[in-house]
Nanobody, 123 residues
Framework: QVQLVESGGGLVQAGGSLRLSCIAS????????MGWFRQAPGKEREFVAA????????SYVDSVKGRFTISRDNDKNTMYLQMNSLKADDTAVYCC????????????????WGQGTQVTVSS
C-alpha cells in the first residue's frame, strides 16, 4: 500500500504561483511513476503531468506546458507541482497518484490516489 497526501493548495490571483506537494508513505516511493490530476466543478478529471521513477522523463497536458513543472525528490518521498502564471481555468481539486507504469498515468490509470487539495484562482 501507498498513502499519498497532498498539500499546498489555496487561493491565488490570476498570474500568481503555487507549489503543490505530494508526500508518499508505505511502499518504496522510487518504485512508482507519479502524476498530478485535477477535477474542476462539473468537469471530468483531467491528467495534468507525470514523472517517471528517476525523474528523467516528464509529460504534461498541453494547457499547462510552459507554466507548470513537475519534479520529485526520492530521498524525501515527495513529488511537487510548481504552478506559475495561474489562470482561472486552473481552478480545480488537484490529486496526486502513483503507478508502477509511467504510461498508465497518461490514461488516468493509477494504483494509488491521494485525496486532493483545492486550488482556486481568482480572476
Amino acid at each position: 500500500q501507498v498513502q499519498l497526501v497532498e498539500s499546498g493548495g489555496g487561493l491565488v490571483q490570476a498570474g500568481g504561483s503555487l507549489r503543490l506537494s505530494c508526500i508518499a508513505s508505505g511502499r518504496s516511493f522510487n518504485n512508482f511513476a507519479m502524476g498530478w490530476f485535477r477535477q474542476a466543478p462539473g468537469k471530468e478529471r483531467e491528467f495534468v503531468a507525470a514523472i517517471e521513477r528517476s525523474g528523467g522523463r516528464t509529460s504534461y497536458v498541453d494547457s499547462v506546458k510552459g507554466r507548470f513543472t513537475i519534479s520529485r525528490d526520492n530521498d524525501k518521498n515527495t513529488m511537487y507541482l510548481q504552478m506559475n502564471s495561474l489562470k482561472a481555468d486552473d481552478t480545480a481539486v488537484y490529486c496526486c497518484a502513483a503507478d508502477l507504469k509511467f504510461s498508465d498515468l497518461g490514461i488516468q490509470k493509477a494504483d494509488y490516489w491521494g485525496q486532493g487539495t483545492q486550488v482556486t484562482v481568482s480572476s
